[in-house]
């Protein structure tokens, strides 16, 4: 799937923030079940949706988005 590292890097910056998938689908005011479809690289993230991600945990929208293409 396209979307599979920008799904591994949500799932990652979730749990190394310390938050369970419910916890972080309560605080951005979604359901379980679109977080986890992001999380796995079944659905296409929405670019508002990954600001408010990157805002909850407390880190940029470049450093959830950027692949490891263009890190060096």
């Known amino acids: 799937m396209e979307y599979q590292q920008l799904a ?5 910056f979730r749990k ?4 369970t998938q419910q916890q972080l689908a309560e605080k ?4 379980v079940a679109v977080l986890g479809s992001l999380e796995r690289g079944t659905r296409k993230p929405d670019p508002k949706l990954l600001e408010r991600i990157s805002n909850t945990l407390g880190i940029s929208y470049e450093e959830l988005t950027e692949t490891a293409a263009v890190r060096h």
């Open 8 to 12: 591994s890097r949500v799932r990652a």
């Open 28 to 31: 951005l005011e979604i359901s």
């Open 16 to 19: 190394l923030k310390g938050y």
